[in-house]
């Protein structure tokens, strides 16, 4: 079975619907630390890109140094 029936995001997939979805994504593993984006950047060379997490978690910050969210499964 899919892992993103795992996550309320994607409840109301079908199976076959996860599955399809999963073709066509790239999944990717990154170290403690790793900024995905940086406040203030524009998102060149991310396209129409979506982040899912399947494991841990992702830290929100603004300025660097101030926690506004904290994200994960």
Request: glycine share 10%.
């Amino acid at each position: 079975m899919s892992r993103l029936k795992d996550l309320a995001l994607f409840d109301d997939f079908s199976d076959y619907e996860c599955n399809v979805l999963e073709r066509i994504l790239t999944e990717r593993e990154e170290a403690d630390g790793f900024e995905f984006l940086t406040e203030g950047d524009s998102a060149h060379g991310l396209g129409a890109s979506m982040f899912v997490v399947l494991d841990g978690e992702v830290q929100v910050m603004s300025g660097g140094d101030v926690e506004l969210h904290r994200l994960g499964p």
